[in-house]
């Protein structure tokens, strides 16, 4: 049964009726919104389908796109009406929406983003349980607070507490990032990454550093019951090694610019 709160709009106000959730859920930064109102409905216990009738069309093609960060042009007229419907539903502001989902268009992150798994520490704190579908920027490969890797889609998230140089490595990008773009950081982790020798085929000639770095990553997630096989290791492990290379990268690009500018 649809379990929702009528409020009328107070008098001299349209004779339409304003429909409110009792219970609020708050979104987590980067979320989907093919997770969010999912949530927001279970939180209600209701079905997405009755949340969605009473939201505007928007949602729902929204929802059923498999890319829910296109801004379609046919869409994009509707947004704000349609944030404005979610945040009085929802009973939050759509300041705070717009700034946590991203099929809103207007989460002010810097760069292009990649499809990942919230840190299941940062959404415990929160007293969310499930994993959660979220959209972060490329270049923000680890919750720095919780040492947790933030691996693609469809790989699990790493425990990397044990490997302090792949935190630091993030610091190291964050740092970066006042001097470079966040596509110029991106191109130059990917050269550094091509650049790094690829896996090597006997154990005596894997690097003392990585024959370290992932057997520790391979064991501690073993122990949350993670099998050890995944590419999320491999890159984790090479990520402070390619991150060292980066600033060399930029400034080789830069110099080639500059060359390229002063040439006739
Ligand atoms: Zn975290």
Not at 139 to 149: A, F, P, Q
Not at 209 to 237: C, E, F, I, V
Request: glycine fraction near 4%.
């Amino acid at each position: 049964m649809l379990d929702l709160i009528n409020r009328s709009r107070p008098l001299g106000g349209p004779a339409e009726r304003a429909v409110v959730l009792p219970r609020t859920v708050t979104p987590i930064t980067g979320e989907q919104l093919s997770s969010y109102l999912p949530r927001l409905a279970r939180a209600n216990h209701l079905t997405l389908a009755e949340v969605l009738a009473v939201l505007p069309p928007w949602f729902a093609t929204k929802v059923n796109n498999p890319d829910e960060l296109a801004q379609h042009h046919m869409l994009a007229p509707a947004t704000t009406g349609a944030l404005s419907a979610l945040a009085r539903l929802a009973r939050t502001t759509p300041q705070r929406l717009a700034g946590a989902l991203p099929a809103f268009g207007a989460t002010h992150t810097r760069g292009p983003v990649r499809a990942t798994t919230a840190c299941h520490l940062c959404t415990a704190r929160r007293g969310v349980g499930e994993p959660i579908p979220v959209h972060l920027p490329v270049h923000l490969k680890v919750c720095t607070r919780h040492g947790i890797w933030l691996s693609d889609t469809g790989q699990p998230n790493l425990d990397v507490t044990a490997c302090p140089d792949i935190i630091a490595a993030q610091h190291r990008i964050n740092r970066l990032l006042r001097q470079c773009t966040p596509q110029q950081l991106i191109y130059a982790h990917e050269s550094a990454l091509a650049a790094i020798t690829p896996w090597p085929a006997t154990q005596d000639a894997i690097p003392l550093h990585w024959r370290h770095r992932l057997p520790a990553l391979q064991t501690l997630n073993h122990h949350r019951g993670l099998s050890t096989d995944h590419d999320a290791y491999t890159r984790a492990a090479k990520f402070p090694d390619a991150i060292a290379l980066v600033p060399e990268i930029l400034s080789a690009r830069e110099n080639e610019q500059d060359l390229m500018a002063r040439s006739p």
